[in-house]
């Protein structure tokens, strides 16, 4: 049991599923690969401790601000001249201040035998380190001084002392940064250093603007993954200390019950928070995409980098997370430095699934044997090793992705693919969509949307956002008369669709708000067999898999600055991007779209009432509405989508 719980915390949250199904049950079925890597694992622990030495510094910034850093550099660093890999983060980096060792190292454990110095940082006024913690630090484009500091100089400096100050280990001077999530920003504002010694950088998962990451999605709020993280990662740290804040405690397991009684966003602050959590408090005074929001968009300042660093940037299509910033920091640095040696990796996984375990399932769907190994020893690995050990430019492609419904990988020499070809799907009466234009029939379908009973996201039980809601079944919520439900015909010859979906849907609302989410959808065959590693009440015969998805907060249709209210009867477009996808719909499947303007507790109940702040609002704002979805010849909902031959 204890080496189990080992392995469980070793792979993060994902991993603690499996281990726990495992010891609880005969579901999921470790696979062969997992079973090794458990191995390795285990063998790893060992290893470290018998091949690394750990040293603590105190790293003095420009300013003065001391940054808590910790040092694992091989035994023969003395003799071996190794380069340097960096890993910045307000997620704590011990243990601290004693003999015990992380429980691995660096990027993979193929990264960890090849031999490198693993360097890990508290960032500014996060557990060890000084100073004042600001999330989304924005970055400065001058620095007029000493005191002019943001995540760009830490990392300049960081640089720095570890190639120059006597107690650093000796290198061979060439610095790699990688990191996932927040850690994965501060990897991309590392290249603002444009520092001469970075010579490699791997944004992962990376937050690109918090108005479209994580919190928000075309101006709708995601309330649980907000709520819940900030409720801890937000508190106040008015002194340097290695232990973090607890977990918020809902006091029940039904999220969707918490979050209605709640009632109200301003709820919030004045049952839970108590006015500790200043950047929730800062959230709900800028519910629009103002100056606030602005001055955190990093994608700006990706521009004019160190011509000799090479960036690869990873990112999941299963990322509930931060899809949005690895597609952006990606897309922001191959538009903004021509030339600069910008490469792209997308797979199957979850938030960082990358990193942690095979990557083989995601809730009920299987992507084959152990994608995430292949992007580590294939990718990752050589990625760093050719620029930070060989000195040379590594052979990868511009973009190497992975195409669910076939379990396939694939390379293109550009994101979006330039063979895919550009064509519309149409809502259709009766339920239908097709790329056929629609021609007659009804003009309309229409639901009546209810604040107070709000469609839910998932059918488990659950008081936060679920990793696997991106690949959930969708019948729960086909059978819901508040969601409309459009399909093709049988297919009888692969459709793959590669890229962003742009969505155009022609609606009016009896409301004067309203939010429009849409949900692409692949729906299997009635006589497709069940998988034996899910759970035996798990059927796939008929299994609506969900492989695309994204809401539109409708007051933003025309600007995400200032937003309007919708003239009730009116009908209205609304146009929004749906984010990137790499999909194979088989012959014998259905692609299915589903509408709906609720979808809690993943996003927070619109009022249907237009209200200056939609945060502010109070609990008499919130009122039914009758909305309509037309697919008419004069109004035509649509799907503008990128076909691959």
């Known amino acids: 049991m204890k080496s189990v719980l080992l392995f469980a915390v070793v ?22 690969v997992d079973k090794a890597r458990y191995a390795t694992i285990i063998a790893d622990t060992s290893y470290i401790k018998q091949h690394y030495k750990k040293t603590e510094f105190q790293v003095p910034m420009r300013d003065g601000v001391k940054l808590y850093t910790i040092v694992y550099a091989p035994n023969d660093a003395d003799q071996v001249r190794y380069p340097i890999m960096l890993n910045r983060t307000p997620y704590a980096i011990g243990p601290y201040k004693s003999a015990r ?4 190292l660096g990027p993979s454990t193929e990264m960890m035998h090849e031999g490198y110095i693993f360097v890990y940082q508290d960032v500014r006024g996060r557990y060890m380190s000084e100073g004042q913690f600001i999330d989304v630090r924005p970055e400065k484009e001058v620095h007029k001084g000493k005191t002019d500091v943001d995540e760009g100089t830490d990392t300049f400096d960081t640089i720095e002392w570890l190639l120059k100050n006597k107690q650093a280990p000796k290198s061979n001077g060439r610095v790699g940064q990688w990191g996932i999530s927040y850690p994965g920003y501060y990897t991309a504002t590392g290249l603002l250093a444009r520092h001469p010694a970075l010579k490699a950088a791997s944004p992962q998962a990376p937050i690109a603007d918090w108005f479209w990451d994580d919190f928000h999605h075309n101006g709708a709020f995601f309330l649980p993954h907000a709520f819940n993280f900030l409720a801890s990662f937000g508190l106040p740290r008015p002194q340097p200390t290695p232990t973090g804040n607890p977990a918020f405690k809902h006091g029940t397991p039904d ?59 990873v990112g999941g299509f299963n990322d509930a997370e931060d899809l949005f910033g690895a597609l952006h920091i990606y897309s922001a640095i191959e538009k903004q430095n021509p ?43 050589k990625f760093f090793k050719s620029y930070l050990k060989n000195g040379k430019p590594a052979d990868l492609p511009e973009a190497t992705v992975f195409e669910s419904g ?33 021609a007659g029939g009804p003009e ?30 969708q019948r729960f919520a086909s059978r819901r008369p508040d969601v409309l439900t459009y399909q093709t015909d049988v297919l009888t010859a692969p459709l793959t669709l590669a890229g962003p979906i742009e969505a155009l849907l022609q609606v009016a609302t009896t409301g004067t708000d309203a939010d429009w989410v849409v949900k692409i959808i692949d729906v299997y065959p009635d006589n497709t067999p069940d ?6 009440s798990v059927h796939l015969g008929g299994y609506q898999q969900m492989v695309r998805s994204e809401v539109m907060r409708g007051r933003f249709r025309n600007s995400f600055s200032k937003p309007e209210p919708f003239v009730p009867g009116q009908v209205t477009p609304v146009p929004f991007t749906v984010q990137d996808l790499m999909h194979t719909f088989q012959p014998g499947h259905r692609l299915m779209v589903q509408v709906q303007s609720t979808w809690f507790p993943l996003v927070d109940r619109n009022p249907q009432k237009y209200v200056d702040n939609i945060y502010k609002a109070d609990e008499a704002d919130f009122q039914t509405a009758t909305h309509r979805l037309y697919h008419s010849a004069a109004n035509a909902s649509q799907l503008a989508v990128k076909v691959l031959p």
């Open 11 to 32: 792979l993060g949250a994902t991993a603690t599923h499996v281990c726990a199904q495992q010891v609880g049950a005969s579901y999921p079925v470790w696979s062969e």
């Open 101 to 104: 060792m992380k429980l691995n």
């Open 255 to 313: 999220g969707y019950d918490f979050f209605l009684k709640m009632g109200p966003l301003k709820n919030a602050d004045a049952r839970y928070y108590k006015g500790q959590v200043s950047f929730w408090n800062d959230l709900m005074q800028h519910p629009n995409y103002d100056e606030f929001w602005q001055a955190r968009d990093l994608r700006p300042h990706l521009k004019n980098l160190q011509p000799g660093t090479a960036v690869l940037t």
């Open 339 to 381: 030339g600069l040696r910008n490469s792209l990796v997308m797979g199957p996984w979850v938030h960082g699934g990358w990193a942690r375990g095979s990557g083989e399932i995601v809730g009920n769907v299987a992507y084959g044997d152990a994608p995430s190994f292949y992007y580590q020893k294939e990718i990752e690995a």
């Open 406 to 438: 076939t379990n396939q990988w694939r390379t293109f020499d550009a994101w979006p693919p330039k063979a895919a070809q550009d064509r519309t799907l149409y809502f259709q009466p009766g339920g239908k969509i097709s790329f056929d234009k629609p």
């Open 444 to 473: 309309f379908d229409q639901f009546l949307s209810d604040p107070a009973h709000p469609v839910p996201f998932s059918e488990v039980t659950t008081t936060g956002m679920t990793r696997e809601y991106m690949t959930d079944d």
């Open 531 to 536: 998988n034996p590693r899910l759970n035996p």
